[in-house]
């Protein structure tokens, strides 16, 4: 009788009630190693994400308002494009490799006129302040593998997700990709629709890996793994384990059971004289 490499539902789940602290063990294990890559291993990642609405000022005309929106929804798909563009993508580039930014401007100095002709000086003049932040050395390339740009259907609004390898380059390079993007589309396309409702804020956690989500992963793993292990071993196991296993499986007929016979300790060694003796005669 050809042998078939079967195991029916019974048979599994006892397999799987006398293995159960062998999955454990291997569920443990492989979410453990699992944990340890995304949290050790694998580098960081960081998601930073700014909101930018698409908005052409208000008509008083219904109608004209309503063909206003669809227009402005419409053109999301093309500005998708140009903040992905080299010319965004080049000037924030420059901003970032020289984050120079002007918070007030300088005040010239206030100077009033006597009636002799001369001038007192009123009020003197202010430098302009200025702010430094880091500086991020990044190529257009570069930045525009870091920008996905997400959009959802007739709405006015689009998110710019960035990610880098820190919070606050993350953070950064967000809000000077929307903020150069605000000011070329005004002489790109001639318009000025564009605003800025949310800036990104630096993350506090990772976006990926997730070594939660990683143990989970390995944990699911190391059941399959284990699982198909013990059902490999058992097909390839030959042992004869019962009646049945020689019935069903080698197609043989049982004539019968041989009882346990239990032998004197001592038959041995008076088996081993006899034949001793007989040597002798």
């Not at 798909?77 to 140009?82: E, W």
């Not at 989500?213 to 196991?237: K, M, N, P």
Request: hydrophobic share 45%; glycine share 4%; net charge positive.
């Amino acid at each position: 009788m050809e042998h078939e490499n079967t195991i029916d539902l019974r048979r599994l789940f006892a397999l799987c009630k006398k293995h159960f602290l062998f999955f454990i063990g291997w569920m443990i294990g492989v979410g453990a190693i699992a944990w340890g890559i995304a949290t050790f291993v694998i580098p960081a990642q960081y998601t930073a994400t700014t909101q930018i609405l698409v908005n052409q000022k208000n008509d008083n005309n219904n109608g004209q308002a309503y063909a206003n929106q669809q227009a402005d929804v419409n053109m999301i798909n093309t500005y998708k494009d140009l903040i992905t563009n080299q010319v965004i993508l080049n000037a924030a580039s420059k901003e970032l490799a020289n984050p120079v930014k002007i918070v007030k401007k300088a005040e010239p100095a206030k100077y009033e006129t006597l009636t002799d002709g001369t001038k007192r000086l009123v009020k003197k003049a202010k430098p302009a302040i200025r702010t430094y932040e880091k500086v991020y050395d990044i190529s257009a390339s570069e930045l525009q593998d870091m920008v996905s740009i997400k959009t959802q259907a007739n709405s006015q609004v689009f998110a710019l997700s960035v990610k880098a390898d820190t919070p606050d380059k993350a953070e950064a390079v967000a809000n000077e990709i929307a903020a150069t993007f605000k000011k070329k589309i005004k002489t790109i396309m001639a318009v000025n629709n564009v605003t800025i409702v949310s800036k990104a804020i630096k993350p506090d956690r990772p976006s990926f890996p997730r070594p939660k989500l990683f143990a989970l992963a390995g944990a699911v793993l190391g059941l399959l793994l284990s699982l198909a292990w013990v059902i490999l071993r058992e097909l390839l196991d030959t042992t004869v384990r019962g009646d049945e296993f020689m019935n069903d499986e080698l197609g043989l007929t049982n004539l019968g059971h041989v009882g346990k016979i239990k032998m004197d300790r001592n038959f041995q060694l008076h088996q081993e004289e006899r034949m001793s003796r007989t040597r002798r005669v």
